[in-house]
């Protein structure tokens, strides 16, 4: 007995450097909110090779188990850009060269001064019966088609053409072949995620326990990772029927929960939560690092208009250079160690004294994996902050478990963070 | 007719986070090499969530294409972490719970002081008939079993836990799997990488147009991302029949024709290249930083061991910090601008002096997306070097094409090149 597919979604990214790895894939995040709009949950990823077998495979594979298949990469003008060929194989369809594609991509490339070459002109080859998506970013369209009672999509795999793609070519055809096909059960989903930092995911697990009702269709997820535990709360878009809590109840209810623990929503970074608060109080920053060597200020300037607040990051790898850059005495580098709540606070206050900065931030700590003593292990860092006369703060932490690079990344978060949380009570009070 | 599947692999990373991107998958690459070496071709990667009907899914659709499966993630202690009943159900097993792994888990978690909590003793639940891989790193176990003529094995998502246990626990149970099963066909392979930089796609692609002889079993890819252009070339480790090319011969030619655009090979990144020639010929390091933000800093301390040649690094992002920290003469600002190449110099220059550092290495340019005008587009980026009187070179870029992230990540990578060669030839005398 055959089973019913359901109405899920799954993405085939094409490309044999993409089985390697080491990219960031941010196409399918963007795909899986995009659906979850049209009420189809994003269920499987696959990443194939540019073999044609092996595409042809994969889409067999994928159709078998879902009812929408957001294919990526391969339309480009190479030799190794199969995707055409293997959709029209696959769907038992022949490839045709299509005037309003070949149209479109002669006109892009004349904007630019350029004429097509012989490869590009395989960009207008599209498997016969689909419906072709304009591209108004590159060169290379796009198609949708529907076989065996799916829905499939073929769109670049860079994100600029993609994405635009997928919400004007796309979406309003899925909408209007899922009326066709009278999908029932379709409910348009939405997502709601949550950043919290500072503790581990065991205690965001009891803080949120009880959160979701018993029967509610909305899921909450908690996700691990070394900067933070992220939260999402996923549900039906639209109000339920009475005596159910809604999706924004329930994260107005997480939110008080989580309390100052929760730095930010959706989009948000630290980096920009923390820029935003900047930018709010009208103050100005410098930040004296050591052990995260520069991760602090290559995050905050991540941030655009980031130049407003931060005026200068002091990266004071070696004692000489913390003793010249910042004041911090010999002495005290001596007697405590330049790993110490001391030079911490050293730090702050003289990289904010020499600024003329509102505020100094400092982090001085061992990421390993040599440098560490009996008495300081590698892991161990400590924060300071200073702003103003009376106003230092310090706060030692312990990271175990993690190789240089995610002390590094550690390290950053929690110095963001102390400031987070010192700005946020001077914005209270 | 069922198709006969050949000696190929596939891997499934499993978890609910994993589908929504943003993450950088390291994993999939290291076990692509692995897997080479033993002459399994990596063809397929699925990501799944943590449903339990769905990893059985793609477990089922894993072993119909690929004789070996590697299964990565959902084998932590808590709820979602379905691996073990997935592949349990899957397979027609029954779960047990084994006493060498629970003895194993206890043991480590003493290490840290802890006792295991009883949602920890769910990770020594195995599959019936499986093989139970030891986690030298962490407390979750992996384990590897046979199944319709398929080799499966679970092992844990984070990289550090399961690099070692492919290593030491995978495969020299494959090796041994692949003899019992008298795989034919199966060649050792093995991929050598090449790094190049600073110039385009097309440029890697013409120098190496017909470095593979007609005919040979080797495959050249060559793979574009935003800081490098990689060339990697895969065949059979073990020398062929007379009248071919070995991999180690054209892997030299590549060389001599990539010449300068090489920086590196293998698993060398541009600030491990850079670092390892700081060392042999004994030089410090002080950086100067605008537009980059510290990004130059920070890649230059995930080095272990950069505290010995890196000295400092001088986030200037206002023209005050420009001016203060590194000399930088207040009417050459007024008069070129702070993103010029007087600037870069004098920043470079700046850097050295008070530092006392060999070199000195700036960066100044507009990240964008604000900040840019007629004469000065976003992308405009200029890189100094000064090593020491009437030593001192800039150079311009211009940066087309991608947004404020990018921008970074091309400039640092600019900036370090620049050093590279400029090392390069002192060295060469």
Redesign the interface.
């Known amino acids: 007995m055959k089973k019913p597919r359901t109405w899920t979604a799954e993405t085939i990214a094409i490309g ?14 963007f795909i ?1 909110d995009q659906l979850a709009a049209c009420g189809i949950e ?8 540019d ?1 044609l077998t ?1 595409i042809m ?2 889409l067999k ?1 994928a159709v ?2 879902s009812r929408v298949v957001m294919i990526t990469g391969g339309l480009g003008p190479t030799v190794d850009d199969m995707t055409r060929e293997a959709v029209a194989r696959a769907t038992g369809r022949r490839l045709a060269r299509r005037k309003a594609a070949l149209d479109e991509m002669v006109a892009r490339l004349a904007e630019w001064g350029r004429t097509p070459n012989k490869s590009q002109f395989r960009q207008a080859m599209i498997p016969a019966g689909a419906d072709v998506l304009s591209n108004p970013v590159g060169t290379a369209p796009g198609f949708v088609l529907s076989w065996k009672g799916a829905f499939l999509a073929a769109l670049p795999g860079v994100p600029r053409e993609m994405e635009p793609m997928v919400r004007d070519g796309v979406l309003p055809r899925l909408q209007e072949w899922l009326h066709h096909q009278k999908a029932v059960g379709v409910t348009p989903m939405v997502r709601r995620v949550l950043h919290t930092t500072g503790v581990p995911e065991s205690v965001v ?1 009891q803080t949120l326990t009880g959160l979701i009702p018993k029967g509610s269709p909305i899921q909450l ?3 691990a ?1 070394p900067m933070e535990i ?1 939260v999402s709360l996923t549900g039906p878009a639209a109000i339920q029927p009475q005596g159910t809590v809604s999706i924004d109840a329930l994260c107005a209810e997480a939110r008080d929960r989580l309390y100052d623990i929760l730095y930010g929503e959706a989009d948000d970074t630290m980096e920009s939560v923390v820029g935003r608060l900047l930018g709010e109080q009208k103050l100005t920053l410098a ?1 004296a ?1 050591s ?12 941030v ?4 407003a607040y ?9 004692n ?2 913390k003793i ?2 910042l004041g911090v005495p010999k002495h005290m580098i001596a007697r405590h160690g330049a790993v110490s709540a001391e030079v911490a606070a050293a730090m702050a206050r003289g990289v904010r004294e ?3 900065a509102s505020i100094g931030l400092s982090v001085t700590g061992i ?5 560490a003593t009996d008495k300081k292990p590698v892991g161990l860092v400590y924060v300071g902050l200073d702003g103003g006369p009376n106003d230092t703060l310090t706060k030692e932490f312990r990271f ?2 993690g ?3 995610i002390i ?1 990344l550690r390290s950053s978060q929690a110095a963001l963070d102390l400031l987070r949380r010192w700005l946020l009570k001077r914005g209270r009070g």
Not at 16 to 29: A, K, P, V, Y
Not at 42 to 49: M, S
Not at 304 to 307: I, L, V
């Open positions: 044999s450097e993409l089985l390697l790895g080491g990219r960031l894939d941010t196409n399918s995040l899986a994003l269920r499987y990823k696959t990443t194939v090779g073999g092996d495979a994969a594979a078998r188990r697990d997820g908690i996700y990772s992220m930040v690092e052990c995260t060597g520069g991760l602090i200020g290559h995050r905050l300037t991540q655009a208009g980031s130049s931060l005026d200068r990051v002091a990266v004071t790898y070696s000489r250079a010249e850059m020499r600024s003329g990421a390993g994996p040599g440098g175990h478990g190789d240089r690079s590094k």
